[in-house]
């Protein structure tokens, strides 16, 4: 903390913004690594402020490995937090608001050691065993995160990557209109889209009752790919409307549309289960109440 440090001999107690970065060590047991704070005696996670010149992810390797003793080989972010319930005074007076950025991770090495002057101890707790005294600050992070463990939403960097690209390939081929080629098969509609080394790919055939695939590759190799099935039930389909949902799909939902979305007499949704490893989903739409069209997906990444 030597920036804090030195604000604090120009300073004294007054309130500071502190930003910085924390890490969610997580092992094979899915347990995450929590510490006992030598200067509150709450549990939480490794992480500290940023020194002058660093990144967060610079910042969350630096002050892990400094408290921890292990090195972070890939972080993945989490969330953010800032704001008045960041606020908080030291046992000493020091009085800071925190704008913190907290990442998991996964993939690390390295030997636990603890920081002794911050530390008392740390180890890996399951969320059955979390210690009675959480850090107020830390506790919302760990809950969730082991809820998200739970659903196995916890995604690697070359994961999201992969998600963006669909995403983005998505709003340029099919629910675009645009990107369209040559058709691979008789009969078939293919669209194409390719951006820094990715390549898309979906090939449909049929019309009011429909069967497709798209694949994602990376440098040649398939990565992800998903097949579809569906069928227009009424004449009072949309294929405009369709297109509409299919370009609001999400990061947390980036298989076909949204959850849910509505124009006018028309209402899109669409379920899911499992997570972009491996998952299964079902799409509908409506107009005016009556059910016009569904779909049936599933797929997942390709190992």
């Known amino acids: ?93 020091d009085e800071i608001y925190v704008a913190v950025v907290v990442f998991l991770c996964r993939k690390y090495h390295g030997e636990m050691k603890v920081q002794e002057e911050e530390v008392i101890q740390q180890r890996f707790f399951s969320e059955d065993e979390l210690p009675e005294r959480m850090d107020p600050m830390n506790e919302d992070f760990i809950r969730r995160a082991f809820a998200m463990l739970k659903t196995g939403t916890a995604r690697s960097s070359e994961v999201e990557e992969l998600i963006d690209f669909r995403l983005l390939a998505n709003r340029n081929t099919y629910a675009a209109y645009s990107n369209e080629v040559e058709a691979s098969r008789p009969s078939a509609h293919d669209f194409k889209y390719e951006k820094d080394g990715y390549t898309y790919i979906d090939t449909y055939v049929g019309g009011e009752q429909f069967a497709g695939e798209e694949a994602v590759f990376r440098d040649g190799i398939a990565k992800y790919a998903m097949n579809y099935c569906g069928r227009v039930l009424d004449s009072a389909f949309s294929g405009d409307f369709l297109k509409e949902a299919l370009r609001a799909a999400t990061r947390e939902l980036p298989y076909r549309g949204p959850e849910h979305y509505s124009s006018g007499e028309y209402t899109y949704t669409c379920k899911v289960t499992g997570d972009i490893d491996w998952f299964q989903g079902y799409e509908e739409i409506f107009h005016a109440g009556t059910k016009v069209y569904e779909c049936f997906f599933h797929g997942g990444l390709m190992h």
């Open 1 to 93: 903390m030597g920036y804090i440090m030195d604000l604090r001999k120009e300073l004294g107690h007054r309130p500071l913004i502190m930003a910085g970065a924390c890490v969610l060590f997580i092992n094979e047991k899915n347990e995450i690594l929590l510490q006992e704070r030598a200067d509150n005696h709450y549990w939480g996670y490794p992480g500290g402020s940023m020194e002058l010149g660093e990144s967060f992810e610079e910042c969350a390797k630096r002050e892990a490995f400094e408290e921890s003793g292990l090195i972070a080989d890939e972080l993945l972010y989490f969330d953010t937090k800032s704001g008045e319930s960041t606020h908080y005074i030291y046992p000493n007076g």
